[in-house]
């Protein structure tokens, strides 16, 4: 099967991409620690090897206890991004389709801002309600913006568009509110900019061990409707047709879609684009088949987000840029590029 | 669970929308093999008495069932693993291929763990060779034509293994020739593979040069039922559709042919 084999050629790739870009993520920073050191580190840590130590004990510190925590976070983040895009255009049909346009990051988003509100100080640990919270608002978001932009049984690109715009600002506009009068979140000022501007703020593993295990479950549970999804690409009449549970597994998908949202939410506040941009350069790429789009998408989502986030904390170091600006930066275009594609291409 | 028989019974089938009764005590059995036409004025309810057929709607009143078992009792998957829809026309919003698109009629066999066996390449392979579209596999569905796309349709519905094949108005995009092609071809598969067909029929000669049975629906309701020869007569169509034809004889197969009179014809 020659298709099987190039599915398998094309994931091992990404896969050697990601760990490189870890790796070289991990290398980067104010103090620079060659690559070869952190294998050799990283391997006696597992108890896989001894290594003689050639690098000092600070440096270990600085991979285990900062560096490698946020290129994980990083990478979580944006394997869990590019998935839900996945998941929102397969389902929707829409080429359009991802977190940040369908106003589920913003619900994502304003879950979080009032979970924040609250005055517990697990808030920020990665254990408290701010996943819960994000979750809740991603869902009740997307159900939102799905049934106003529902035609008849239809949901077209223009309507799906304006009703994530709308939504995404009201929601935006009740999140400005709670920002200018709680006193509970003007204290945390600082950390909820860093929040709206898309920042990977994971500094401890215990956030990594809530998170990791939901993003890469969504993941692999993702995988299993990777068939059905690509019957979903034929309009939902059609999926009924071919003996689809329609209305179950939609639920089922947008709620999917929706944890791994908030997923990201909770490790990074708003990164934009990455959900857009991912699952359409790959698509371009490598087809539309759910099968190998949704494992490629994830490992291009982590390895891209890996890279951005390295550049934004080192291209002005030593001031950080909150990530989300870097992939605004390079998203934007390419969506603009997208919509005038789109007139040709994804006619409806 | 569903047994070889797959006659389709709908006894006393009344639905509606939103406002008002689209069919109305529907009486319909349609026994193993046969090769049926419904005809009928836009909006006399057609497209939605085959949604009943295949279950993805359900009757307000009254039952349909097949092979002698309720649709309620069955789930959409068994339904589908039997009785296969080919819809007016579909558009892909991404570039699919044409072997990705008829392998997804595999969808009510395959698993969400193991995914698709080589028993469904094999029965996909046999939907390409049986729509004889065999030297599209490669191309993207988007590229094709009318005619093509329409056949790729029906090979992804064959892959289906259906027993029941629904089509709605299968030639109402097409031009004559594809026209006469795509019926030739579900003929074929109604005489050689033994599929029971139904199909929304625009087109009345057509209908009337290619179905052994024609069902006329007016409002809602069946108003005949019967050989070509039965249901097309002119009084019936004045009636149905409220047009003036003559109907005079095919002049090679002798069944019904129907002619349009202009107005100030049939006022003489």
């Known amino acids: ?348 | 669970m569903l047994s070889d028989s797959n006659s389709l019974f709908m006894r006393n089938v009344s639905f509606s929308y939103f406002n008002g009764l689209v069919l109305r005590d529907i009486d319909l059995n349609i026994a193993d093999g046969e090769m049926v036409g419904l005809i009928g004025p836009n909006g006399c309810g057609k497209t939605t008495l085959l949604k009943l057929a295949c279950g993805v709607l359900s009757p307000i009143r009254g039952e349909v069932s097949l092979g002698g078992i309720s649709l309620k009792k069955l789930s959409r998957k068994q339904v589908a693993q039997h009785v296969a829809v080919v819809p007016q026309y579909f558009n892909i919003p991404f570039a699919f291929t044409v072997a990705e698109v008829v392998l997804l009629g595999r969808t009510p066999f395959v698993s969400a763990i193991s995914g698709e066996t080589k028993r469904d390449h094999e029965m996909s392979a046999l939907a390409l060779g049986l729509a004889g579209i065999n030297h599209l596999e490669n191309r993207y569905f988007n590229d094709l034509s009318g005619g093509e796309r329409q056949k790729v349709i029906l090979a992804m519905a064959l892959a289906q293994e259906p027993k029941l094949l629904l089509l709605d108005e299968p030639t109402t995009h097409l031009d004559i020739s594809h026209q006469v092609e795509m019926l030739e071809l579900v003929k074929s598969l109604n005489r050689e593979q033994g599929v029971t067909i139904i199909a929304a029929m625009h087109d009345l000669n057509l209908a009337s040069l290619f179905f052994d049975r024609l069902v006329l629906l007016k409002e809602g309701t069946i108003v005949a039922d019967g050989s070509p020869r039965e249901v097309l007569t002119e009084s019936s169509i004045l009636n149905v559709f409220s047009a003036s034809v003559k109907v005079s004889q095919h002049p090679v197969t002798s069944t019904p042919h129907i002619v349009v009179l202009p107005r100030e014809a049939s006022q003489n």
């Open chain 1, 1 to 348: 099967m020659r298709k099987r084999n190039r599915a398998a050629i094309v994931l091992v790739s990404l896969a050697l991409a990601l760990i490189g870009a870890i790796l070289l993520a991990c290398a980067l920073g104010a103090v620079s620690i060659p690559p070869l050191d952190i294998i050799k580190m990283t391997l006696n840590k597992i108890h896989f090897s001894n290594f003689q130590a050639t690098w000092q004990p600070a440096d270990e510190t600085i991979i285990f206890q900062i560096r490698l925590i946020r290129v994980i976070g990083a990478a979580l983040v944006g394997a869990a991004l590019a998935t839900a895009g996945v998941l929102f255009q397969g389902l929707l049909r829409n080429p359009m389709a991802d977190p940040y346009i369908t106003g589920t990051s913003a619900g994502a988003a304003l879950g979080a801002t009032i979970a924040m509100m609250l005055p517990l100080g697990l808030a920020f640990s990665g254990l408290g309600l701010i996943p819960i919270a994000a979750f809740c608002g991603a869902l009740i978001t997307i159900l939102l913006v799905y049934n106003l932009a529902r035609v008849g049984s239809k949901t077209p690109i223009v309507s799906m568009l304006l009703a994530g715009f709308v939504v995404s600002s009201m929601l935006s506009a009740i999140m400005s509110l709670l920002i200018m009068t709680n006193g509970e979140l003007q204290l945390k000022l600082h950390s909820v900019f860093a929040f709206l501007a898309g920042s990977i703020s994971v500094q401890y593993w215990s956030q990594i061990a809530v998170i990791a295990p939901l993003i890469i479950g969504g993941i692999i549970i993702a995988l299993f409707f990777a068939f059905h999804l690509n019957a979903f690409s034929l309009g939902e009449e059609q999926a009924a047709y071919l003996g689809i549970n329609v209305e179950r597994e939609k639920i089922f998908i947008l709620a999917l879609g929706s944890l791994l949202t908030a997923c990201a939410v909770s490790l990074s506040g708003l990164v934009g684009f990455v959900g857009l941009v991912m699952p359409h350069a790959v698509r371009l790429v490598l087809g539309p088949d759910h099968r190998l789009l949704i494992p490629a998408a994830a490992l291009a989502g982590a390895t891209f987000l890996v890279v951005a986030d390295t550049l934004a904390r080192t291209v002005l170091a030593p001031t950080e840029l909150p990530v989300g600006i870097l992939t605004a930066l390079i998203g934007a275009p390419f969506f603009i590029y997208l919509l005038r594609r789109t007139r040709r291409e994804y006619a409806f």
